[in-house]
């Protein structure tokens, strides 16, 4: 249980778990309560942790894909090319590039002024929700947005496409059906929970202001930041 890749999913658990308490005690407070109401401050808070948590799974996901790599087509190698120390920098710089994407996401949607009416049509203060109260020009939030969403969610995507292809490419070499199978396995529930969570991660992040759709968005946003959360847990117990 100390390999590197159960340490990570230690860390994607801490993740899930925080990532649901972000947003679903509030939501629930506003299904009991009839005035519904978050402070500013808040809002604020919610939006940055939210996003910090969701960039570190981006980029955690990414880190997976690199210990799949390394176990299937470097097995000889893998002690000395996932030595904790070097887990421990890839941690570090995962938590380092979600909290500054975060930041800057957080600060260029709040210094926008906002007039009113201050209602937001979701379930908690997300990006896209927040920009459509703005009584101003979002362009430039709009392109900010697409290069954050193509750095943070794009990118490491095609680190993990890259990653399946060349253990793909080993995987046929083995002679063996069984180790074959074996080595499929190794990376069915990683590929799973990667599907669920960058498909509506995408959608949400990677599209001009002008695409804005509450309703198709609440319903994005609850499926990556509840049934992801409440799926992964269960893909990788059976694998388990």
């Not at 679903?24 to 940055?48: E, H, K, Y």
């Not at 030595?83 to 570090?92: A, E, G, N, Q």
């Not at 959608?203 to 804005?212: A, D, L, V």
Request: with cysteine; charged share 10%.
């Amino acid at each position: 249980l100390h390999q590197p890749m159960f340490n990570f999913l230690s860390i994607l658990s801490l993740v899930d778990m925080s990532y649901v308490t972000t947003t679903m005690p509030q939501m629930l407070v506003n299904m009991v309560c009839p005035r519904m109401t978050i402070s500013w401050g808040a809002c604020v808070a919610q939006m940055f942790i939210f996003l910090v948590l969701g960039i570190a799974e981006c980029v955690l996901y990414t880190v997976m894909a690199y210990d799949r790599y390394v176990a299937i087509c470097f097995p000889l190698h893998y002690t000395l090319l996932m030595s904790r120390p070097v887990c421990i920098k890839m941690v570090t710089v995962c938590w380092s590039i979600s909290i500054a994407g975060a930041l800057i996401y957080t600060v260029f949607t709040m210094r926008l002024p906002y007039c009113g009416p201050h209602k937001i049509n979701h379930f908690f203060c997300e990006v896209p929700a927040v920009l459509k109260l703005a009584c101003a020009d979002t362009s430039i939030n709009d392109q900010l947005g697409f290069i954050l969403g193509f750095i943070l969610i794009f990118v490491p995507l095609s680190l993990i496409l890259a990653s399946y292809i060349l253990i793909f490419i080993s995987i046929l070499r083995i002679r063996s059906s069984q180790g074959r199978f074996k080595s499929f396995s190794t990376c069915a529930s990683h590929v799973t929970v990667v599907t669920m969570f960058y498909g509506p991660g995408m959608i949400m992040y990677m599209r001009p202001g002008s695409w804005y759709n509450p309703e198709r968005d609440k319903k994005l946003a609850l499926f990556y930041d509840v049934v992801s959360a409440f799926l992964n847990p269960v893909v990788y117990r059976m694998k388990t």
